[in-house]
C-alpha cells in the first residue's frame, strides 16, 4: 500500500495501530504516518468532524481505517472503541495516545471543573486507553505505548491551568507502564513535543508577531509541525526502538536546551 522507502526499516506494515486525537493535529499526522507506514490504522476522539477528514485523508491514501468517536476519558466509551477495533483489524499492538486540550488560567482562579476536565482528558484518558488497549496486547504477548507528553511536562509553564501537571503526570504514567509491563514484552514511551502548531495552538501563532518571536527563542529557527512529532512517535512504536521502555525523547529542535542564553553575558552577544 506504501511507496515510503522506510516502511520495511519501521516493520510496521500489518500492525494494528490505535491513535487517539486522530481528528486533528499530532494525532492525524501520527495516524496518516502509521498508514503510510504500511499498519492497519484505528483513529478515536470525541471531534467527529475531524474524524471524518482523518477518515478522507486515510482513504486516499488506500488504507480502511476504524474511525470511532470515543471520549477517552470515558472508561465504557474507550471499551466500546477497543472492541470494535479488535473485531474489525484484530488487537491493539501499538497505542498512539495523543489526544489533549487545554485550559489556560491561573492557578489562583482556575476552576475545580477546568482542573478535572483537563486531567480527565490529558491523563486519565491515557491510563484507561492504555490498560484497555493494552489488555490486547497482553493477547498478543507484545506491544508499544508512546504518549504525547509536552517539553510544560518538566518545565512549569505558567497560567496554563493543570496543563503542566497534567502532562508531567503522563511521564510517569509512562515510566510506571514501562517497569510492570515490560516483563509481559510491552513497552511504554513518550515524546514530548516543544514549541509546535496544532490546531490546540493555533490561535497564539495567529496572533500578529508571536510566530517570530517563538522561531526566535528555538535553534533550529522554526516552529516544530505534528509531522516531526508523528515521527519520533512512528520509531518508538517500532521494534527499531525494541530495547527503548520507560524513557522520552523531547522534540523541540533544542528550545529546553537554550535556558543558559538567558543569563546576560557582557563581551560574548549578551
Known amino acids: 500500500m506504501s511507496d515510503d522507502k522506510h516502511s520495511d526499516w519501521l516493520g510496521l506494515s500489518g500492525r494494528v495501530a490505535v491513535v487517539t486525537g486522530g481528528g486533528g493535529g499530532i494525532g492525524r499526522a501520527t495516524a496518516v504516518s502509521f498508514a503510510r507506514a504500511g499498519a492497519k490504522v484505528a483513529v478515536i476522539d470525541r471531534d467527529e468532524k475531524g474524524l471524518d477528514t482523518t477518515r478522507s485523508e486515510l482513504r486516499a491514501l488506500g488504507a480502511e481505517p476504524v474511525?470511532?468517536?470515543?471520549?477517552?476519558?470515558?472508561?465504557?466509551?474507550?471499551?466500546?472503541a477497543a472492541e470494535a477495533v479488535e473485531k474489525s483489524i484484530g488487537p491493539c499492538g501499538i497505542l498512539a495516545n495523543t489526544a489533549a486540550i487545554l485550559r489556560a488560567g491561573g492557578l489562583d482562579t482556575l476552576t475545580l471543573a477546568e482542573w478535572n476536565a483537563t486531567l480527565a482528558v490529558n491523563l486519565t484518558g491515557y491510563f484507561l486507553c492504555a490498560q484497555i488497549f493494552g489488555a490486547q496486547m497482553r493477547k498478543l504477548g507484545r506491544?508499544?505505548?508512546v504518549h504525547v507528553a509536552?517539553?510544560?511536562?518538566s518545565n512549569a509553564q505558567g497560567f496554563s491551568g493543570a496543563y503542566s501537571v497534567s502532562k508531567a503526570g503522563v511521564v510517569?504514567?509512562?515510566r510506571q507502564l514501562a517497569?510492570?509491563?515490560?516483563?509481559?514484552?510491552?513497552r511504554s514511551n513518550v515524546v514530548s513535543p516543544g514549541l509546535v502548531v496544532t490546531p490546540m495552538s493555533q490561535a497564539f501563532y495567529d496572533t500578529p508577531g508571536v510566530t517570530e518571536r517563538r522561531t526566535a527563542?528555538?535553534?533550529?529557527?522554526r516552529i516544530g509541525a505534528p509531522q516531526d512529532m508523528a515521527d519520533a512517535i512512528l520509531f518508538l512504536a517500532s521494534d527499531r526502538a525494541s530495547y527503548v521502555n520507560g524513557d522520552e525523547i523531547t522534540v523541540d529542535g533544542g528550545f529546553t536546551r537554550t535556558i543558559m542564553n538567558l543569563v546576560p553575558r557582557p563581551g560574548h552577544g549578551s
Open 179 to 186: 517497569s510492570e509491563w515490560g516483563p509481559h514484552g510491552i
Open 67 to 80: 474511525v470511532a468517536a470515543c471520549d477517552t476519558s470515558d472508561a465504557a466509551s474507550v471499551a466500546a
Open 143 to 145: 506491544g508499544s505505548l
Open 172 to 174: 510517569m504514567l509512562s
Open 217 to 221: 527563542v528555538v535553534p533550529m529557527r
Open 150 to 153: 509536552s517539553v510544560a511536562g
